[in-house]
């Protein structure tokens, strides 16, 4: 594959394309050859046809910025476009959301695609541009186990292929689908459910289960349980069951569920068990997320924006994050997230821990730290501070409004950093040498 093809895609308009990172990078003036191929997991369409050339001539050409010869004024152009798209994707991510009632999971560098404009079919900059596509998956989730009720796997996601896990919700790292482990089980109840065959019943079992890991505070109604409940019988006899959440004890979860088909003997021998535990139980665990999972790879491309055209600072950057975030709850507990000069305050003094490793000298602080704080806020799992974790239940925040509320602020922090972009100065400089060069072509004055 040759250079830079295997960046290069069509999207649905068939223009070729960058991925997020290359984008990032070419904006912070990494070279053309030293940006890292990526591949997109999800494609639209088919691999470019012949080779770079073009793509590499219409962003080397003029053109480029609106301050192509201030190039302190650039940076801060630079740093407006990257907030200006993040706005763009936060935007089409709850579009998704509202569309699917369901996270993306797959949001990383590599599916989130930039399509520049034809070329002379625009008055702006060529950066400026832009647009922006999610690429993510266009169908419904198979059933993840055959014999899985299909009522059970429609709020499923798919399970992760491919994907940069650095990009991944810890929560969904620590969750794949289909997570088994060892459980101690309680039958609370167990009645037959009425068959057409004699020789085979069903059963509607209440069953009260105890494993590491599982809290039922922490579980939704929608995730799924495959439990494996072993009887005293003979190899082969398990009774299986797919269950959901029911009630929330103070230790482990109670779940509700429907055996798989029994013979009259099993199903004596397991009614029989009711109300004796059984200690050497199993549970499969598939997890329904929610939209804001998604949440944390939005944190993490702004971060990637923002800091990650250098490659050993970004590995510097990731390496840094777990710790970070465990101990960031000193700093902004108890801090109304609408108090912005607070925070950019408390961030900056936590970040600043780090020597120089968030610090951008280009940016005015009160931008650059507000832009650190969303991230931080869509990392993170803080009451009050995230965007996904409300103060308490009572006054939580809805799956799809937890990205609309990072995606208003990002839009105010983008406008912000256009009216410093555009200060009068410079505006009128601009638009006086404007005015002068149209005098001068017109032969007055």
Request: hydrophobic share 45%; aromatic share 8%; charged share 25%.
């Amino acid at each position: 594959m040759g250079e830079r093809e295997s960046l290069l895609r069509f999207s649905v308009i068939e223009h070729p394309c960058l991925s997020w990172d290359t984008f990032c990078d070419l904006l912070d003036a990494v070279p053309w050859n030293a940006v890292e191929p990526r591949l997109p997991l999800f494609s639209h369409a088919d691999k470019a046809s012949g080779d770079s050339s073009s793509l590499r001539e219409q962003l080397a050409g003029p053109g480029q910025y609106f301050f192509e010869a201030n190039l302190a004024q650039q940076a801060f152009e630079i740093f407006w476009l990257k907030l200006s798209l993040f706005d763009r994707l936060c935007r089409q991510v709850a579009q998704i959301h509202a569309q699917t009632r369901r996270p993306i999971l797959t949001l990383d560098p590599a599916h989130i695609l930039i399509t520049l404009p034809e070329q002379g079919s625009s008055y702006v900059p060529v950066r400026w541009g832009c647009r922006l596509t999610v690429q993510s998956p266009d169908e419904a989730p198979h059933l993840l186990v055959d014999d899985m009720p299909p009522e059970m796997a429609s709020g499923l996601s798919p399970a992760l292929q491919d994907v940069d896990r650095c990009y991944v919700s810890p929560s969904v790292r620590e969750w794949p689908l289909g997570r088994e482990v060892a459980a101690t089980a309680l039958i609370q109840s167990a009645d037959p459910i009425p068959e057409e065959s004699e020789t085979s019943i069903r059963g509607l079992i209440r069953v009260h289960v105890i494993a590491d890991g599982i809290a039922a505070q922490a579980f939704s109604r929608h995730d799924v349980f495959r439990l494996v409940l072993p009887l005293k019988m003979k190899k082969g006899t398990d009774v299986r069951v797919w269950a959901r959440k029911v009630d929330v004890p103070e230790r482990g979860i109670v779940l509700s569920g429907v055996t798989d088909v029994l013979s009259p003997e099993i199903w004596k021998t397991f009614k029989g068990a009711s109300g004796h535990a059984m200690s050497d139980a199993r549970a499969v665990v598939y997890r329904s997320f929610p939209p804001s999972s998604d949440l944390y790879g939005l944190g993490m491309l702004l971060l990637r924006a923002l800091l990650g055209s250098d490659v050993h600072r970004w590995e510097r950057v990731t390496a840094t994050l777990p710790s970070l975030l465990e101990g960031l709850a000193p700093a902004v507990q108890g801090v109304e997230p609408s108090d912005f000069s607070v925070l950019h305050v408390r961030i900056r003094e936590r970040l600043c821990e780090w020597q120089d490793l968030f610090l951008q000298p280009h940016i005015i602080d009160d931008l650059w730290w507000d832009a650190l704080t969303l991230a931080l806020r869509s990392l993170s799992i803080i009451p009050a501070f995230s965007y996904a974790v409300p103060l308490s239940p009572e006054a939580s925040v809805s799956d799809s409004s937890a990205v609309d509320v990072l995606s208003q602020e990002v839009a105010h922090l983008a406008r912000r950093a256009r009216v410093e972009l555009f200060e009068a100065d410079e505006r009128d400089r601009t638009i006086r040498a404007a005015c002068d060069h149209m005098l001068a072509d017109l032969g007055v004055g």
